[in-house]
C-alpha cells in the first residue's frame, strides 16, 4: 500500500474499497486471522494462551483478554479509516490487485483458513514438544545459584609472582 499510495499515515488513505476492492477483501481476511476471528490462523493460539493463563493466574488471563480487545479495536478502527470513507484523489487512482499479487495471497489465505479450522492437524506435535518441556521445567522448582569465580588473567598472574 505504501507503494502504491506513497505514505504509510493513516491519514492520507481513505476510501480504498472502491478502487480496489481484492486490496480490500485480502487485507480484510489477514487483519481478521491477526485479530484472532475463530476459523482463521490465530484464534487457536489466542484461545490456549487465555486458556493456560487462567489456569496460571486469573489476573493474567483479564490482562491477556484486555489486549486481545484492544488489538481488534485499533485493527478495525484502522481498517476503517483505511478501506473505507470517503475516497480521496490520490486514493481514487490506486489499482487493484494484479495476478501475480494474487498468487502468493491466495495459498497464504488458504493456509490461514486451514491453521484456524484443522487446528488438530499439528497440534499433536506441538503437545509432545510442550509437555517435555513442562516436565523438565516442573521437576525442580528450587532455583540454585552457583557463584563461579571469575577467570584468572595470565598476565595478573605473572605480576602477583613477582
Known amino acids: 500500500m505504501e507503494e502504491r499510495r506513497g505514505s504509510t499515515e ?5 476510501g480504498i474499497s472502491t478502487p480496489a476492492p481484492g486490496l ?7 487483519m481478521l486471522a491477526s485479530i484472532g476471528l475463530p476459523t ?9 494462551v487465555l486458556q493456560g493463563a487462567a ?3 486469573f489476573s493474567w488471563a483479564v490482562w491477556a483478554a484486555l489486549g486481545v480487545i484492544l ?10 479509516r483505511t478501506f473505507w470513507g470517503k475516497t480521496t484523489e490520490k486514493t481514487a487512482a490506486l489499482s ?11 495459498p497464504l489465505i488458504a493456509l490461514m483458513v486451514w491453521l484456524g479450522t484443522y487446528t488438530q492437524s499439528f497440534m499433536p506435535p506441538i503437545t509432545a514438544a510442550t509437555s517435555r518441556l513442562l516436565d523438565q521445567t516442573s521437576m525442580n522448582n528450587e532455583y540454585r545459584v552457583q ?16
Do not use: H
Open 147 to 162: 557463584v563461579i569465580p571469575p577467570p584468572t588473567i595470565p598476565v595478573m598472574e605473572a605480576r602477583n609472582a613477582r
Open 96 to 106: 487493484d490487485l494484479n495476478l501475480r499479487e494474487w498468487a502468493p495471497l491466495l
Open 24 to 30: 480490500a477483501i485480502a487485507f480484510m481476511i489477514a
Open 10 to 14: 493513516i491519514a492520507d488513505f481513505g
Open 55 to 57: 489456569i496460571t493466574k
Open 40 to 48: 482463521l490462523c490465530n484464534f487457536i493460539g489466542e484461545y490456549l
Open 71 to 80: 488489538s481488534a479495536v485499533y485493527m478495525l478502527w484502522m481498517y476503517q
